[in-house]
Structures are given as structure tokens and as C-alpha cells.
């Protein structure tokens, strides 16, 4: 009888330790060094065109996002649709709302390239979208390895 009682009070505790953590893990805030994985998607997901950096104010207007803490976006010269774009917000709800506006980047480009690039179009309607937590990820690529890479970053 003793016994039972005693492997009850460990499945008690077990159980309560168990709960404790997935509660701490549920909670746990990603960190994400956006120069780290703006470099790694550069030089490992294929691109047709040449990505540059832009420049803050470039963002700014092309976004209509102004309230960042950080951001590192890659352009093609315009030939392709191809676009990295990596956001840090100061919170989760910043970043959720600057996903509508990522959202209406897309559908901006669709309307430019629409007319003479479909290829291009298709290409932004397969693009990449992610936020998680303080952060949004933004791909436009054929490079199905994107996601992967990205996905790696985003955990």
C-alpha cells in the first residue's frame, strides 16, 4: 500500500514538472539576429536577378513601415519580383500589424509586374510570409530551400 502511495506522489510530481515546462517553453520568446539570416539567405537561396541592400528611407516608402527597431531588405533591379525583406518590431503586436502591410507590398508588386512579367506574379503568390513573435520574414524566391532556411531561424 505504502508503494502505491509513494508511486502516486512521483507521477504527481512528474506530471507537475512536465506542465511547468511546456507553460515556460510556451512563453519563450525567439531571438533572431536579422543581419545573420538576411547574410545566410543571400549567399544560400538562388536568386535570378542581383539582390542589393536598400536604404531605410527606400523601406520606409516601398513598406510603409515606420516603426522597426531593425530591418535589412534585398531588392532585385527590378527585373524580377525577387525580395528579401527581415523586420524586428519592439513587440508581437507590431509585427502582426505590419504583416497587412507586407500584404499590400505583394499586392502592389502583382498589380506592377502583372501586365508584362506573369511569371513574376506567380512568383509573389508563392512568396514567403512569416511572423513569429517580434519578427516578420519576407522571401520572394523560387528557391523552394527558402523556406527551409528560413523555418531554421524561426523555431
Known sequence: MRKKGYIIIIAVILIIAI???ILKNMNKEITID???LSENIIKNVDFEDEMNITDAETV???YNIDNAISEKVYLSSGATAEEVAIFEFENKENAKEAVAKVNERIENQKSSYSGYAPKEVKRLEDAILIQKDKYIVFCVTED?????LIS???E
Open 152 to 154: 531554421e531561424y524561426m
Open 19 to 21: 506542465a511547468i515546462f
Open 60 to 62: 520606409k516608402r516601398l
Open 144 to 148: 523552394k530551400n527558402a523556406q527551409k
Open 34 to 36: 536579422i543581419d545573420k
